[in-house]
Structure formats: structure tokens, C-alpha cells
């Protein structure tokens, strides 16, 4: 199973970025699949994360600016960033918990996109 992911990049305080992550490979159902971020000199944490049947789970710092989304015909994860700040700065990767099989489940990462935004 690999997790590809896609934008990110360089905005102005304010702005807006959106992520895309697919999940490709022998996958028999994903359960969460969310979005996590590291910034420099810190641990990883979870953003957001959405359950198969569509319920979510946001940080607090990025309610109400950040709205995740899933397609799970097409095994992908969107994160849509409204109102950047700085110090939303970070790594973002993209993660999800799949199903190889009815009895099998793993947690799998993407490879880490940039996202910078500057004051």
C-alpha cells in the first residue's frame, strides 16, 4: 500500500492551500484516514482525521479554518486550509489506517508535503 500525496507549497498569511492524498495498493477497506504535521523542533500531531463513515475529528488550533474530506470510492483524502497563519507552518502527511483484508489493519504514511506560511 502506498500513500501518495499532493500540494502544499508556499502561501501569505490568510491564504488558502488544499492537500490531496490516494491510497493505492491491495487495500480491501481504510478506516481513518487523516492528516497529521510536524513543525521544526516538534512532535508530529493530528490536524484532522475522518472516519470511513464520514465523521470528523479536527485540532483545535485549525477548527473552523480546516475542513477534511474523503472519497472513499477513490481511496483519497482532501484537506481543505482556509485562513492560513505562520504557525500552521509544518510537514503535513497524510495517513490512513488500512485494510488488506477483513483481519488485517495497518496505519500507513504518505511522504510529507510542505506547507509554509509567511506573516
Known amino acids: 500500500v502506498q500513500l501518495q500525496a499532493s500540494g502544499g507549497g508556499l502561501v501569505q498569511a490568510g491564504g488558502s492551500l488544499r492537500l490531496s492524498c490516494t491510497a493505492s495498493?491491495?487495500?480491501?477497506?481504510?478506516?481513518?484516514m487523516g492528516w497529521y504535521r510536524q513543525a521544526p523542533g516538534k512532535q508530529r500531531e493530528l490536524v484532522a482525521n475522518?472516519?470511513?463513515?464520514?465523521?470528523?475529528n479536527y485540532a483545535d488550533s485549525v477548527k473552523g479554518r480546516f475542513a477534511i474530506s474523503r472519497d472513499n470510492a477513490k481511496n483519497t483524502v482532501s484537506l481543505q486550509m482556509n485562513t492560513l497563519k505562520p504557525e500552521d507552518t509544518a510537514v503535513y502527511y497524510c495517513?490512513?489506517?488500512?485494510?488488506?483484508?477483513?483481519?488485517?489493519?495497518?496505519?500507513?504514511w504518505g511522504q510529507g508535503t510542505q506547507v509554509t506560511v509567511s506573516s
Open positions: 475522518v472516519h470511513r463513515d464520514g465523521s470528523t
Open positions: 495517513n490512513a489506517e488500512v485494510r488488506t483484508s477483513i483481519a488485517s489493519r495497518l496505519s500507513y
Open positions: 495498493g491491495i487495500i480491501f477497506s481504510i478506516d481513518d
